[in-house]
């Protein structure tokens, strides 16, 4: 069976059975997209530095799909990374593998403070 078929049926199994099963959270990692692991490596190495960089790898449908957000819900926040609540972003953080604190300072790059330059 190919990769892609595995994740289409552990998907399939994690969103029918999730409510009724105890191996949920079994069948929910095994539905994790193979992409999260190679955004994990990236973070972990230090090379990805930034949300836009993240999705250069993970597609904004799959991450819109695994949050349980709707795709254009997800676009508005893009636009707008400050908005995103903190569960949204600890929920990013599982997928991908890392702690909470790695992916917040990924997004603070995003929407950090910039500093103005004094006028003389």
């Known amino acids: 069976m190919t990769k892609k078929v595995q994740y289409v049926l552990s998907t399939a199994l994690c969103d029918r059975f999730e409510i009724y099963s105890t191996f949920s959270s079994l069948l929910c990692d095994m539905a994790k997209d193979p992409r999260y692991s190679t955004v994990y490596k990236l973070i972990t ?3 990805l530095n930034s949300l836009a960089e993240m999705l250069v790898i993970v597609p904004k449908t799959v991450l819109a799909r695994d949050l349980g957000m709707h795709h ?3 676009n508005k926040l893009l636009v ?3 908005k ?3 569960e949204d972003i600890y ?3 599982s ?5 909470n ?5 990924l997004f603070y790059n995003e929407t950090g403070e910039k500093k ?3 006028k003389k």
Do not use: C, D, Y
């Open 95 to 99: 997928l991908v593998g890392v702690e």
């Open 72 to 74: 254009i819900t997800l």
């Open 101 to 105: 604190k790695v992916m917040l300072q």
């Open 116 to 118: 103005a330059k004094r």
């Open 45 to 47: 190495s230090g090379q």
């Open 91 to 93: 929920e990013i953080a």
């Open 84 to 86: 995103f609540k903190l």
């Open 80 to 82: 707008h990374p400050g």
